[in-house]
């Protein structure tokens, strides 16, 4: 049974960087039959795709964020995070992890999400 | 604004069937036959229910289908179930990249 947890802060102050990780379990990172995914939903939006890792490291990022995310992976530990700077308001959200398909980039599995605030 | 455009309600009673849209464009539903459909109940982890237009992965209900036609794509529900009720999205490609809709929370009455 594959699973995802994200583990975090859940409260960041605005211009601070937002880091999260996801730990994978029932799956290996190593496999490479997958890539390993960050998205969110912001309130009143619709879901949000951050980007992707592939276990090798390498990434694809939203382009709307891209000056903003760095995904990284320690595919010995079977992890994987997220670090977005320089947060405002905006950037309060669920964060979710998922693993994505490499075919069709649909996210077979998911964490249960995160609720990350910016305030100070 | 969602990428992908999905009624914000649907409802049916037990036993009916029900559908829900999910409205692209040609650069990414009407391009690809990628289309998927999520299942999330609030509080746990979103489920994958349908991928590449009308495929299910293991485990979930045949009464879960999918299709596709120009920009739009539909999620059906034959036989709704107390079980069903929960958010729905879609989701799709573009630019190589995913997208999603705004959701539907259906409702069974």
């Known amino acids: 049974q594959v699973q995802l947890q994200e583990s975090g802060p859940g409260l960041v102050k605005p211009s601070q960087t937002l880091s999260l990780t996801c730990t994978v379990t029932?799956?290996?990172?190593?496999?490479?039959?997958?890539?390993w995914s960050w998205l969110r939903q912001r309130p009143g939006k619709a879901l949000e795709w951050i980007g992707h890792?592939?276990?090798?490291?390498?990434?694809s990022y939203n382009p709307s964020l891209e000056s903003r995310v760095t995904i990284s992976v320690d595919a010995s530990k079977n992890q994987f995070s997220l670090n977005l700077n320089s947060v405002t308001a905006a950037d309060t959200a669920v964060y979710f992890c998922?693993?994505?398909?490499?075919?069709?980039?649909?996210?077979?599995?998911w964490g249960q999400g995160t609720l990350v605030t910016v305030s100070s | 604004q969602s990428a992908l455009t999905q009624p914000a309600s649907v409802s049916g009673s037990p036993g009916q069937s029900i559908t829900i849209s999910c409205t692209g464009t040609?650069?990414?539903?009407?391009?690809?036959?990628?289309v998927s459909w999520y299942q999330h109940h609030p509080g746990i982890a979103p489920k994958l229910i349908i991928y590449?237009?009308?495929k299910r992965p293991s485990g979930v209900p045949d009464r879960f289908s999918g299709s596709k036609s120009g920009n739009t794509a539909s999620l059906i529900i034959s036989g709704i179930q107390a079980e069903d009720e929960a958010d729905y999205f879609c989701?799709?490609?573009?630019?190589?990249?995913?997208?999603f809709g705004g959701g539907t929370k259906v409702t069974v009455l």
């Open positions: 040609s650069s990414d539903i009407g391009g690809f036959n990628y």
């Open positions: 590449e237009v009308n």
């Open positions: 890792i592939y276990y090798s490291g390498s990434t």
């Open positions: 989701g799709s490609y573009r630019r190589s990249a995913p997208v």
């Open positions: 998922g693993r994505e398909r490499l075919i069709d980039y649909s996210q077979d599995y």
């Open positions: 029932g799956d290996s990172m190593s496999s490479g039959s997958h890539y």
